[in-house]
C-alpha cells in the first residue's frame, strides 16, 4: 500500500538498481530499528560531511572525528569503526582506500530527506537529473553544472571535443570509461 519501486543508478559504474522503498516510513527513522540513537546521530554527522563536500565523500578521519561531536551517547573509536562496517555492509554506505560516499541504495531510499535537509547544498546531473555525489562540474563560473562521471562517460562517448551540454564551453575533464560491472548475485 505505502509501497514504491524506485529506480537509481550507482555513481561508481553506472549500473541502474530498483529498490522497493516504504513510503510510510521517514527516511532516517527506516534505519532506526537497525541502530542505536547515537548511531543515527553519527550516521547524519557522516551525511553532512558527504554532502557538504565537493568530492561527494568523507574520509575515515573526518567521521571518527565527528564522533566526538555527538551530543548522544559517545562513542569509542572501534565502536565507531564497527558502525562504519556495519553501515558499509547493510549498503548504506560505501567505502574505498578510506574514503565514504553514499551507496546506491541510500540515494534511492533517501532521496527526499537529502533533497529536503540539504536543499542548498544537492547537486544535481545535467543529464540524468538525479542527485550526484560524484560527478564532474563545468569549469565555467556562469555556467557550473554537473554530470555523473557515468553520465559523463556516455554523453561524450565518441567526441573528439567535448563541450559543455548547457554553455558549450570545452570540457576539461578526463572523461571516464564506461565500466560494466561485473555480474553479481546478492546473498
Request: aromatic share 8%.
Amino acid at each position: 500500500m505505502f509501497m514504491q519501486i524506485r529506480k537509481g543508478m550507482s555513481e561508481d559504474n553506472g549500473q541502474q538498481y530498483y529498490a522497493l522503498v516504504n513510503m510510510a516510513e521517514t527516511d532516517v527513522t527506516r534505519m532506526s530499528s537497525d541502530y542505536a540513537d547515537n548511531e543515527l546521530e553519527l550516521f547524519r554527522k557522516t551525511m553532512d560531511l558527504i554532502v557538504g563536500s565537493e568530492s561527494g565523500k568523507a574520509s575515515s578521519t573526518d567521521i571518527l572525528n565527528s564522533a566526538d561531536t555527538l551530543t548522544t551517547k559517545k562513542l569509542k573509536k572501534s565502536e565507531t569503526e564497527h558502525l562504519l562496517n556495519r553501515l558499509v555492509h547493510g549498503q548504506w554506505l560505501s567505502e574505498k582506500r578510506g574514503e565514504y560516499t553514499l551507496s546506491t541504495r541510500c540515494i534511492i531510499e533517501m532521496e527526499p530527506y537529502i533533497r529536503t535537509m540539504y536543499q542548498d547544498q544537492v547537486k544535481v546531473c545535467q543529464i540524468c537529473h538525479n542527485i550526484a555525489f560524484q560527478c564532474q562540474i563545468c569549469e565555467n563560473p556562469v555556467c557550473g553544472i554537473k554530470i555523473h562521471n557515468p553520465c559523463v562517460a556516455r554523453y561524450f562517448k565518441g567526441r573528439s571535443e567535448p563541450r559543455c551540454p548547457a554553455c558549450d564551453d570545452f570540457w576539461p575533464h578526463e572523461i571516464p570509461e564506461i565500466r560494466r560491472p561485473k555480474s553479481q548475485s546478492r546473498k
